[in-house]
């Protein structure tokens, strides 16, 4: 069977243009879809199955990363997951980073001689995989780089938080904080007793956290590790979390279930 791939890039000029030079260096290689948002890109992939994903790094709404993310966690257990492909315009910085992944990348305008090198990447890549090779927590490792590379370098840690609670501001010290967790525009700030909102995005909180007091387990949730009371295995096989002070229980994404290793 001919090899497949996804195209998610929001400027169409850019993905006709990607399209074209792969037809040339891959003839083989069957385009099965286009997008424009990471939404969209999760939802086809999930659809399409293909073999090869490239996404743009910068798209409306989720980022290329972001997209791979939750892509990685939805994708069926067993199943073999595609070939990621970065297609970015970043600095060198970020170049570095990239450079230092087994995931490739692209640096926008694609050059024909550097798509030549990611093809045969690619090829030899699914070649190995035919063969029985899937590397999957490889994978998710990369990914966990790359979005640590992404949040940038940590900023001073946040020592407290300042929440609206009509008409008046609530200062909450961050040693009451037990949980931050995305909730539409909005970041669910969860305490012991109380549950408060604020604009902040999830992911200008992160680099502002302590890293050693609070674990990312989700790409929408980062909880307090000494609330941490248990840990649950369904039967479907995904983890969930039990903290002391709350009812509730937090699912662990595939891409953080490394740091519960004895599950």
Do not use: C
Not at 77 to 87: E, I, K, R, T, Y
Not at 150 to 161: D, E, R, S, T
Request: a neutral charge.
């Amino acid at each position: 069977m001919s090899p497949t791939a996804l195209i998610a890039e929001d400027e169409p000029l850019l993905a006709q243009a990607l399209q074209a030079e792969l037809a040339k260096a891959w003839p083989e290689l069957r385009i099965l879809a286009t997008v424009g948002d990471g939404a969209s890109a999760v939802t086809q992939a999930l659809a399409l199955k293909p073999d090869v994903l490239f996404f743009d790094v910068r798209m409306p709404g989720q980022t290329g990363l972001e997209a791979a993310a939750e892509l990685a966690d939805e994708w069926p257990h067993g199943a073999a997951f595609p070939a990621l492909v970065f297609v970015t315009a970043y600095d060198q910085y970020a170049v570095q980073a990239f450079a230092t992944q087994a995931v490739d990348y692209l640096l926008k305008p694609v050059q024909p001689a550097r798509l030549a090198k990611t093809v045969a990447k690619l090829q030899e890549l699914l070649a190995r995989r035919s063969q029985g090779g899937n590397d999957f927590e490889g994978t998710l490792g990369q990914l966990r780089q790359l979005l640590g590379a992404a949040h940038g370098a940590a900023q001073p840690q946040l020592k407290v938080i300042q929440a609206s609670v009509g008409s008046s501001i609530r200062m909450v010290p961050i040693e009451e904080v037990l949980v931050f967790e995305a909730a539409d525009k909005y970041v669910r700030v969860l305490t012991a007793g109380h549950e408060y909102l604020i604009r902040t995005p999830l992911k200008e909180l992160v680099p502002q956290l302590d890293a050693q007091q609070f674990w990312q387990v989700h790409r929408g949730t980062v909880v307090r590790a000494s609330a941490i009371e248990a840990v649950h295995r369904d039967e479907a096989g995904k983890l969930h979390l039990q903290l002391r002070g709350r009812g509730e229980k937090f699912p662990v994404s595939r891409l953080y279930a490394h740091l519960f290793k004895a599950m």
